[in-house]
């Protein structure tokens, strides 16, 4: 089982549209959470941290469940430059990342 | 602040040559430095990480002959692919961290190498 796990979709989605993913880890030692945001043949970009309070950056929503191991991200309004690959990634001792499959969103006027 | 320069962006080469990816903390010093590859339509999964001045550690089923680290300073890391071939093509991709440098990340990335082997 990997240690992070992601639907890889592809989530095709109209212009406007709520679209939520989900992510689910194995390492309950994990200290945190990031959403990264990764283009075609790029390198991937810090989206936004995820807190078990839950954090909202505009557009993006974000939530942590320890409890379930389990970590979401909703985009609300979705915009053509969505259009990417999200990467769930665990931050655990050493400064260590672990990155999910990602889940790639595409979005269609 | 907190930028690393990766170079190249993009190699094409013939099977058997060797090739050196620079990997640059340019406004920090970085006491450790990472190598991912990423294969198309799969995640960055962990090669090797590195501390300055110490041999790097490499993840289970990286050849550390094929895989040459070399983290001679702080700001200042290298890849090199020794004898490459076409099932080394892919994407590569450094990154740098350091408890010193307040980040809202762990670790900063690079623009990633592109290597492809023919």
């Known amino acids: 089982r990997k240690e992070v796990e992601q639907d890889p979709g592809p989530f095709n989605v109209p212009e406007g549209a709520t679209v939520a993913f989900n992510c689910t880890y194995s390492n309950s030692a994990s200290q945190s959470f990031f959403w990264y945001r990764q283009d075609c043949r790029k390198e991937p970009k810090l989206l936004m941290s995820v807190y078990s309070s839950g954090n909202e950056d505009g557009r993006f929503t974000a939530q942590l469940n320890r409890a379930s191991q389990y970590i979401s991200l909703l985009i609300r309004d979705s915009k053509l430059s969505d259009s990417a690959t999200y990467l769930c990634v665990a931050h655990n001792a050493g400064n260590m990342l672990t990155f999910g499959g990602g889940t790639r969103l595409m979005v269609k006027p | 602040g907190a930028v690393v320069s990766q170079h190249p962006s993009w190699v094409i080469c013939k099977s058997g040559t060797s090739v050196k990816i620079e990997c640059r903390s340019l406004?920090?010093?970085?006491?450790?430095m990472f190598w991912y590859r990423q294969f198309p339509k799969q995640s960055l999964m962990l090669m090797a990480t590195s501390n300055e001045g110490s041999k790097a550690t490499y993840e289970q089923g990286v050849e550390k002959d094929k895989f040459l680290i070399n983290h001679a300073s702080l700001t200042l890391s290298t890849l090199t692919v020794t004898s490459a071939h076409p099932e080394d093509s892919s994407f590569y991709i450094c990154?740098?961290?350091?408890?010193?440098?307040?980040?809202?990340?762990?670790?900063?990335f690079g623009d990633g190498t592109r290597l492809s082997i023919l």
């Open positions: 406004d920090f010093q970085a006491t450790t």
């Open positions: 990154s740098a961290s350091s408890p010193r440098v307040p980040s809202n990340q762990p670790q900063h």
